[in-house]
């Protein structure tokens, strides 16, 4: 929704009939007179004009939805795909991959594979689904950080 707002507030630009800031009121309660909302800059009527858009005036992109994750990931990506499979403008996609976390590094290193998925795809939405499997021992070359410790957070 918030991407939704940003690129339609980018869409479409209001222009102030004067410089003053306008303020929305309702013109009865201030000044009398009709009771419908009004815009108003320091006592002052003010318009505002907007971009008219239509739906043919630009292309829809697909939105790309990305689940990462472990396997808790693998069963949001599940619920997300069933909700959204019958809409054209959706596209959720799956970069989960169970029995990792951030911990094992040996085992499949996030950080460095997530660099290269950003790399490779467009994404609007991340929904990020980790740690079942990261509270265990962190195991570096300078030795292994126990769960809790100062050195493992």
């Known amino acids: 929704m918030a991407i939704m707002l940003a690129a339609m507030s980018a869409l479409m630009p209001l222009a102030l009939s004067h ?6 009121s309702y013109a009865g309660k201030r000044v009398g007179g009709s009771e419908k909302p009004s815009l108003t800059a320091i006592g002052r009527k003010s318009t505002i004009r907007t971009a008219s858009l239509s739906a043919g005036d630009m292309p829809i992109e697909k939105t ?21 499979r019958k809409d054209k403008n959706i596209r ?10 951030f911990v094992r590094v040996d085992y499949y290193d996030w950080n460095a ?11 609007d939405i991340a929904v990020v689904m980790v740690g079942a499997n990261d509270r265990q021992t962190i195991s570096t070359k300078a030795g292994p950080y126990r769960p809790g410790s100062n050195r493992w957070r």
């Open 19 to 24: 410089a003053y800031a306008a303020k929305i």
């Open 64 to 84: 790309n939805l990305m689940v990462l994750g472990d396997s808790l990931g693998d069963g949001v990506w599940a619920g997300l795909y069933r909700a959204f």
């Open 113 to 123: 594979n997530l660099v290269q998925i950003l790399n490779k795809t467009r994404i």
């Open 92 to 101: 959720v996609m799956r970069r989960s991959k169970p029995s990792t976390g």
